[in-house]
Each structure stands twice: as C-alpha cells, then as structure tokens.
DNA sequence: CGATTCCATGGAACTGGTTCCACACCTTAG
DNA sequence: CTAAGGTGTGGAACCAGTTCCATGGAATCG
C-alpha cells in the first residue's frame, strides 16, 4: 500500500464491506464533506453557508440547504469550537458550604436566561473546600483544569479568599457574586456583582422612622460581613434621626432562623421593648417571628418585623413579611454580562457593579 | 510557494517575526508537538504519556511529563472529545415552568455529584415551552440540537407528553424524573427515575391509623397526577382498615399554599371533624396551618398534620412537619447512572427506577 | 479587444488531539 | 546464527470543522 494511495482510499473504505451492516444500525452522522458530495458542491461552500459569512450564490445555497435538510446534518459543535477558540461555555460555580440554595438557585435562573437568549451554555460545577486550606491545595473541579472547555468562570455561593486567590492562580476570566465574599483584601483584582446591603437597611429602618417607630432594634449574626453590612445601614438610619441603636447577638450555631428565635428572648426581656425590628435576613426574622408568637406577642400589632432578601416564603408568611428585595436573577444577568465583556476585552480594568435594592411594604409594620 | 513546502512551513513561521511582539503577550497554549519537541520525542509519544494507556519507558515519560510541566501544557479538552465521539457532558434540562423549585434544584445536585465523580460535566439548560404546542413545533434548546456537545439528557420538572415526544424525535439518550410526568400513554419508550408516591400516603396514613386516629382526612389538589397517586395511597391505607376517606379538594388556582388555605375552611365547616390530615404536598399542609392557626386551631392537639416532600421549610414549621421524605440528591444520582448505562449501552431495554420514600415523625402527629 | 476587477467556488492546509502501522532494537528460541 | 516474538517509538493519517488562496468566468473599464 503506498502512501499517497492509503490516504486516498481510507476516505472511501472507512467502512469496509463486512462492517457495513452493524454500522448501518447506527448510522454515522453525517459531516460536511457528505453534504458536499450530495450537494455536489466543495466543502468551503457548505462552511460558508453554516456561516452565512461570505457570499455564496442563491441557488448553491439553496442547494446546500436542501442536502442539509435531506442527510439530517447538524454541524459537529466539539470541531467547530477548536477552531473558533471559543467554547461558548461558561461554567457557574457554587461552593458545596451553600449546596443550591434558593438564592443561589435565582442567581443561576439568570445567568442561564442571559446565557441562553446569547447562544452561550451554562455548565454547573460544585466546589468542595475548606476556607482554611492553603489556595494552592484547593482541588478545583475538572472542568476548571481542563483546557478550552469553558470560557469563564461566575463564582456564587460563600467565596473565601483563598478561593480567590486559587481561581485567579489558573488565568481564567471570572466574575463573583461579591455579597457573598467573606474578608477582602481591599484591592480588586477581578470582576464583581453585587447589591448594596447597607442601603438596604437604611431604607428599611428609615422607613420604619417614618412610620413613627423610635425604638428599632436589629438582629442578625454579624460575624457575616453582609449581615454586618446590613446592620451598618441600620444604624446609620439609626444615626441620622439621632435615636439609640438596639441590638441582639446571641450565640447560634444553628443556622439564621435559631439566631432569629434565640434573639426573641433578648428582645423581649428588655426594659424598654422595641416596637419594630430590623433583621440580617428572612430567615432570621422568620425565626423571630415563631418565637414572638409562641410568646403570646403579636406581629405586627405588638412588634413591627422587617426581613431582608424577599425569598419565596417571605410572601407566604402569616401576615406575610416585609422584606428587603434582592434580585436575584438580574445579579446572575449582570454576571453574566459582566463575564462576557470580560471574554471580548481581556484588558478592560476590573469593575464591581452594585445593583440597587426595593424595600417591600407587606403585611408586618404597623403605622404607629 | 510551492506546495509541500508551504505546508512545512507554516508548522514554523505560525509566527512572523514582526508579529512576535503582539504574540508574545498573549502566549499561545502549548501543543501536544510543542511537548514533543521539547521533550524529543514524537507526537505518539505524549499521547501514550497523557493517556497512560501502552507501554512507555520510565525514562521517556519522565522526560514528557518534564516536557510538559516546563510548557504548563493541558491537553485541548475540545480536540480530544471529536475522536472520544463522547464528550462527557450531559445535560440537566427543566422546563420554565418550574423554575429551579428547591426540589429541582437538589435533584440537580444530586445528578452534579454524581457526575462529577465519574468526571464528568453537567449542563444546566431551562427549556421554554407550554404543554399545548404540537411536539413538532416545540423550541427545543440550541445544546440539543447541537450536535456533539452533550452525551445525553436528564429531564426534570413537570414533563407534559408534547415535550417527551420531541425529545425523543432528536434521537438523544435521555431520562425523565417521572414523578411530574403528566399524562402518560402506558408504554415506556424512555428510561425513569421517580419514588413512589402512593407507597408514600400509604405508610403515613397507616401510622395515623396505627396512633389511634380514625377520622383522617386528605386535602390535596389531584389534578396534578402525583397527588392524584398520593390520594390513591391515602384511599387504599383507609381501605385496608374500613374507615371513611374524606377529602376536601377546593377551586384554586392560586398554587398549593392557597390551596390548603382554602381546603382548611372546608375541613372546619364539616360537621365531624377530622382529627387528622394528610396533605398532598408540604406546601399544602403548610397553607393548612396557617388557615387553622388563624381559626384558633391547635396543630397537634385538635388536628395532626402530615406533609409531602420534606422540604427544607418542614423542620422549621412550628411544631416541625411530620411528612414523607424523598431523597432528591438520590434521585439525581440514579438518573445521572442510568443515563451512564444507557450510554454505554445503547440496546438495554427501557426501565423505571422507582426509590423508597420514608416517613419521618415530627411535631405535627398527636397519638390518641 | 485586452486588461482589470469582482464574485463564487473548490479544495489544500490547518486546528489539536488519537490511532495505528511500520520499524528499530533487544531478547529468546530453534 | 538466523528466526520469531516483544517492546518502545515516530509519525502519517485521521476526526470534522474553518480558513485562505488559487482559479475561472462574468462584468466592467480604458
């Protein structure tokens, strides 16, 4: 067999005689040297004509498309993207210490909405680490290790710096969801989304002023920076109408809504009982809420009750919760956003974008 | 320029010396013939080395993995699936109609988990579609009609019988979590996972039974067939032991919080009240509770109360909601199996995976 | 009427891996 | 001492696309 005539045949006998049968039960998918053939046409043409790029004259094209149609060729997705460089992937992160939360769920709703209706796959990845471990022995995901799977990196969930520090070790464009960040270093070296927390709060508790309230109270576990960030909002309201801060931080290692019962005690066996509450979330202030009523106080007749994020069950609460909304999906947009111009201009300097919060006013103030 | 020449040459003269600069900031990733040539060994060579498949000699692999931690090369993820034909992604599909409900969302944490044991990826895509359309003039995502990106399909959310038909039209592996198939014409033509749903209301009715209860109602809207079957379960447990089904199934459309809302009026309103209820799903029972408590109810002491679901809200429910546990990461991780088995074999005949739920005894259930 | 420009088209060479065959070299057996 | 078998290695051909250059014919121009 010589060299030149091996080439040549192996384009013909890739299916020798005796294998034709169990290859016909699966039948090959068809390439775009097939549709050329068919059409009797090279293969550029087709290329062009997937491509719509240069011109290609109405009736080859007509051609073309009619062989498409007939061998049922779909353009292999794996041999394209070589070439472009560009896989059109971009792979939402989310920690394993957040599973899929619901907030977290919303945040990946959007960035697949703005993903999809741009062309562009979303892939879901886990990452299981420990805010203590080194960066350098953080055990990324395979598909962050892999080459030319994906283009960028959107980074949900509680991000600590050494997570950070691991995901931009591999030069790979990423953007994070920043409320969620635990300890920055001040200096901004990546892309990031995120909404104003202690604004949030400010205009919450200044509402709450309006509406006559002068003994407010906040509770929430601060040892979160974004609840910390609420609750500086809180006393700044608190500050501007030069009334006195309440708080209560008691001990809770059970999670936000053991805080939020935990705190119910707190409150209540003050001297001077607030008449309304601020609380670092909905969860806390559902907490609160159980408790406050299995004490016999009443809300919001007795205790005006202000949640903050607008999860699902804010709504569903009884009387339903005025909450602080986030939107969640437009910060998985933003992100996405954000990641794809990122893509186009490698050198753009680094932006954080703060989207902006809504107070809702539901069932549980009380005018005073 | 002659032929064969220019095709040696390009291998080298890829870049032009007066466009070195230019190049040179943006390093182009390093080639399996880059490691080959800095290693001194043939392209095969690095192949063998990456994919620890045939005999290499110690001394050759130590120089190619040199080679290669010198160049920082990682293989090209995409040139390696066009000869794989596999590309190791599959795709996590929910129609729209679900968003990404917390019970979705841990199914596609248990298929994450799952898959990337076995390294591979999952895609996260989100399918518009209403159950009315011809399956033919369903919109289906571009990952699926791509060809070659992903192996194969996990469907989740309520599957209406137009979009299991166009899915099996595109000739795609897939597997359907069957508990929210609505609809189905009797024959399988599609590999499921679902838990028994009857089984479920079967054993929690059993154990009110078994409590001393005898007046036990159900409250649940049946026009979703997943509640119908629950309903089933409850009937035949009442069956077994000759006691009175009764059931109150209100006009809501208002979603199924309402739903028990408004079905708790009825259940109140009868003349012998049930002294237990067994609700379609948790959110049900919830909206139950809620109707009760503000009709000066007690939950346990005048009524006991039995979810569906567990939810992560059931334990927080005061007191904590006895339901029926379904292990959602489980049925993710049985999907992503079967879909690996399907895979890897093409001709297996279709099956239907169902799991066990479990009842868990919580707050809401009062012995007699 | 010959030269120039333009458009449509074919196909070689390319992307970055894998596969497989040929071959060199070294044992081991006959 | 030759034949046979085994091991390690190089590289052409391959996968299924894209890119780009050469070409041929039609249209335009001087």
């Not at 055990?139 to 509680?158: M, N, R």
Request: glycine share 8%; hydrophobic share 40%.
């Amino acid at each position: 067999m010589r060299g030149r005539g091996s080439s040549k045949d192996r384009g013909k006998v890739i299916k020798p005689p005796e294998a034709n049968v169990r290859l016909e039960t699966v039948p090959r998918q068809s390439t775009i040297r097939d549709v050329a053939r068919a059409a009797g046409v090279g293969i550029g043409t087709i290329s062009r004509v997937l491509n719509s790029s240069s011109q290609v004259s109405r009736e080859t094209r007509a051609r073309v498309l009619e062989a498409i149609r007939r061998l049922g060729f779909r353009p292999n997705a794996q041999a394209r993207r070589i070439l472009r460089r560009r896989s059109e992937i971009v792979c939402f992160l989310l920690s394993n210490r957040d599973f899929l939360h619901p907030f977290h769920a919303r945040i990946l709703q959007g960035v697949e909405s703005y993903a999809s209706s741009l062309k562009h796959h979303v892939l879901f990845a886990v990452l299981h680490y420990s805010p203590r471990v080194p960066p350098e022995k953080i055990d990324l995901p395979p598909v962050l290790q892999e080459h030319g799977l994906i283009d960028g990196v959107i980074l949900a969930g509680t991000i600590y710096p050494n997570l950070l520090r691991r995901i931009e070790s591999i030069h790979m464009p990423f953007v994070a969801f920043s409320n969620n960040v635990v300890g920055t270093d001040g200096e901004q070296h990546y892309d990031q989304v995120g909404f104003d927390d202690s604004n949030g709060t400010l205009q919450a508790t200044r509402y709450l002023i309006e509406q006559g309230h002068r003994l407010i109270g906040f509770v929430g576990d601060t040892s979160y920076p974004w609840i910390q960030r609420r609750f500086d909002g809180y006393r700044q309201a608190m500050r501007e109408s030069k009334l006195k801060p309440i708080s209560a931080m008691p001990r809770s290692l059970d999670g936000f809504v053991d805080f939020g019962q935990k705190s119910a005690l707190r409150i209540l066996s003050r001297k001077t009982r607030p008449t309304a509450v601020v609380a670092g979330n909905d969860e806390t202030a559902y907490g609160l809420w159980v408790s406050l009523r299995r004490h016999g106080v009443k809300v919001p007749e007795e205790i005006s009750l202000i949640g903050f994020d607008d999860r699902e069950e804010a709504v569903l609460m009884d009387p339903p919760l005025s909450t602080v909304r986030v939107h969640k999906e437009e910060i998985g947009e933003t992100c996405m956003k954000m990641l794809l111009e990122r893509l186009h201009h490698p050198q753009m300097a680094f932006s954080h974008r703060i989207l902006p919060t809504e107070f809702v006013v539901r069932g549980t103030v009380l005018h005073l």
